[in-house]
């Protein structure tokens, strides 16, 4: 309790974007809209607001060049065309199928942009959409509930129903955007109201956090009291970040929480039932070492309750060649290993590993389900690049020539970039922090990834007899 004190008297102050509360946002309570066309009305109803409550506020000029909300910044999306914090949507002639593309915490539909681009290459009509409490404030992410979310994810469904008739529509989730996704699966099982999914491929997913989530629910509670404003975030940072709160709130945490919890009950119910439907297909990526989310979650509570020989995981391994060093102290090789080596997971593992620990070359080793065998092994067009030891949770849905996150700055001087960036200097002088910078923002094998995604819905879209 005497932390919780210190932290509410302490720390950098409160702004506007963290104490704005958007009225026109979307809540299931009020729902406020009953199509997708209504949610986008209200959206931009939502960023008028945002504009005349917190950019009109906020000072502009040289000293204000990397914050968010203010206008006219080298932060400031309203400057970027399209604004890619606003829900999107890519059509198609004749579409083979649709596709909602579903972002995580904190997050934007930028997020899985070029995914959703690549797809409507091939012949899909796409909807991102932008989570309600997302794309604006931080602020809308302390009064943020799930059912919010929910709620607005099946607005987007219908919405693609209408554009692909009866064609196969499938679920593209990243990190929340995936516990959504796997929610929604189970609640089309039984409701026939709702569109069954041909496919789920999921991206870093949220299907088990830190047990420590669980104390957010006391920290919001003594956050409402008079002063204690501070507790309502689990952090908060400046906002140069023009697709990404870098504030998190507190109750965003325990809503992740609740969700998670959520999906592994239903789960591990729906496991014991002995007439349950075979799931939706589904293909998860997931990096090794993800400082968010648990890869022994997405196994135990999530793929191995799933019916075999449908759904599969691919795991981006660490750098082996270039860790050679005792600084290293968590190795997830002994995890690793075990998956690799057991031949009763129903669901097929690739492994994107080094050739061999002496060297950069990158390759793919796949076993199938029920073996412990390798039957497949296949190199990657890139070797890992020099000074990247591994993926993170928030790298693998950007490609290395992401213009914001890559892996190098864009051709334009003027515009920003947040990507992969070689600092050295005396502590303190940045106003980023060094675990910030530290955090690998794209992935090296971006391509991998999308390849085998959409290979794994226009497989599923065939199965479907589109």
């Not at 720390?11 to 704005?20: K, N, R, Y």
């Not at 009866?166 to 990243?174: A, C, K, R, S």
């Not at 592994?264 to 070492?289: E, G, I, N, Y």
Request: hydrophobic share 40%; glycine share 8%; aromatic share 8%.
């Amino acid at each position: 309790m005497l932390s919780l004190l210190i932290q509410a008297c302490s720390g950098p102050a409160l702004e506007p974007w963290h104490s704005e509360r958007l009225k026109e946002e979307f809540t299931a309570k009020k729902a406020q809209a009953d199509s997708f066309e209504e949610y986008l009305a209200l959206e931009d109803r939502l960023f008028h607001e945002l504009d005349e409550t917190v950019y009109e506020q906020t000072p502009t000029g040289g000293s204000f060049e990397l914050l968010r909300y203010s206008r006219g910044s080298a932060a400031d999306p309203g400057r970027m065309t399209p604004n890619w914090n606003r829900s999107f949507e890519l059509e198609a002639d004749n579409p083979r199928g649709g596709i909602l593309l579903l972002h995580g915490m904190s997050d934007s539909p930028y997020s899985l942009r070029a995914l959703g681009e690549s797809l409507n290459r091939q012949g899909y009509h796409v909807v991102g959409l932008r989570m309600p409490g997302h794309g604006s404030a931080p602020s809308g992410l302390t009064s943020l509930h799930w059912h919010d979310m929910r709620a607005a994810l099946r607005l987007a469904v219908a919405r693609l129903g209408q554009r692909v008739d009866d064609g196969p529509i499938h679920l593209v989730g990243y990190s929340t955007g995936a516990a959504l996704a796997v929610d929604y699966a189970l609640d089309a099982e039984s409701d026939p109201a709702l569109r069954d999914p041909a496919s789920l491929v999921l991206i870093s997913p949220a299907l088990g956090i830190s047990p420590a989530a669980a104390l957010a629910r006391w920290k919001l509670l003594i956050g409402k009291l008079p002063g204690l404003g501070r507790l309502e975030w689990l952090q908060i940072d400046p906002e140069f970040d023009p697709y990404k709160y870098n504030s998190f709130a507190t109750n965003a945490g325990d809503q992740v929480h609740r969700l998670t919890r959520r999906v592994a009950r239903r789960m591990a119910a729906r496991a014991r039932r002995k007439d349950a439907s075979p799931f939706p297909p589904t293909l998860v990526f997931k990096s090794t070492v993800d400082a968010t989310v648990s890869t022994g979650a997405v196994v135990d509570r999530f793929l191995n309750f799933l019916s075999p020989n449908r759904h599969e995981l691919v795991l981006f391994d660490i750098n082996r060649a270039a860790i050679k060093s005792p600084l290293l102290v968590d190795d997830p090789g002994p995890q690793t290993r075990r998956l690799m080596d057991d031949s009763t997971l129903p669901f097929a593992v690739t492994l994107i590993t080094n050739a061999t620990t002496d060297s950069r070359q990158v390759e793919s080793r796949r076993k199938p389900p029920y073996s412990s065998d390798i039957t497949s092994t296949a190199p990657l067009e890139r070797d890992w690049p020099t000074g990247i030891i591994s993926l993170s949770h928030v790298a693998l849905p950007f490609p290395p020539d992401d213009p914001l996150y890559g892996e190098r700055p864009p051709g334009n001087v003027d515009s920003l970039f947040l990507g992969q960036l070689a600092v050295r200097g005396e502590r303190g002088l940045l106003k980023i922090s060094s675990d910030w910078l530290l955090r690998l923002r794209h992935n090296p094998f971006y391509d991998y990834l999308e390849d085998t995604a959409v290979g794994w819905i226009d497989e599923a879209n065939a199965a479907s007899g589109q």
